[in-house]
């Protein structure tokens, strides 16, 4: 219970929550410092590791491409790659213009009718205008007690009684 306390103390206490609370100072300062550090993360430091993994995948790709005789593997295969590709492509051009053919002027979609108010409340056995009654609460608590019982209260107000109805489980 006291962790519970502490805990939504501290939740509320947070900073976030209160920006007023900040000293305007203390506010340009952290603005101040974001902005520098994003200047040289942005000016300085990106381009220099950007420029590092060029120049070290240029490295690997001439020891590999050239000094190894890799490009003349690939060569070797591009026929194979090409052909590999051109035969997926007709593969998936294939399937596509089946289906096209296939559900030509045909609609499967089911249109599902709008639930009601009226619906809920006759599915879910509660009172007559609970639903529309609920819909105009700004915050709905649902809970389930009992067997195959569910509760429904506005959270603005703790003390009420709950509107109860029920479900079929399974």
Not at 52 to 58: N, P
Not at 111 to 139: C, H, M, R, S
């Amino acid at each position: 219970m006291v962790n519970e306390q502490n805990a939504k103390n501290n939740e509320d206490d947070l900073i976030i929550y209160h920006p007023h609370a900040l000293h305007p100072l203390r506010k340009g300062v952290e603005m101040t410092v974001t902005v520098i550090g994003w200047f040289i993360w942005a000016v300085l430091c990106r381009p220099l590791f950007l420029a590092f993994l060029w120049f070290l995948g240029f490295e690997i790709f001439y020891e590999h491409m050239i000094r190894l005789g890799g490009i003349k593997a690939l060569i070797d295969f591009a026929y194979l790659y090409l052909g590999t590709i051109f035969a997926m492509y007709v593969l998936i051009r294939s399937w596509n213009f089946y289906n096209a053919r296939k559900f030509r002027n045909k609609n499967k979609r089911k249109n599902v009718k709008d639930v009601t108010a009226a619906d809920l409340e006759d599915y879910f056995k509660f009172a007559p205008d609970t639903i529309e009654k609920a819909q105009g609460w700004k915050n709905t608590v649902v809970g389930f007690s009992g067997l195959n019982q569910i509760l429904i209260k506005e959270e603005s107000k703790p003390g009420s009684q709950p509107d109860k109805g029920y479900f079929k489980s399974g």
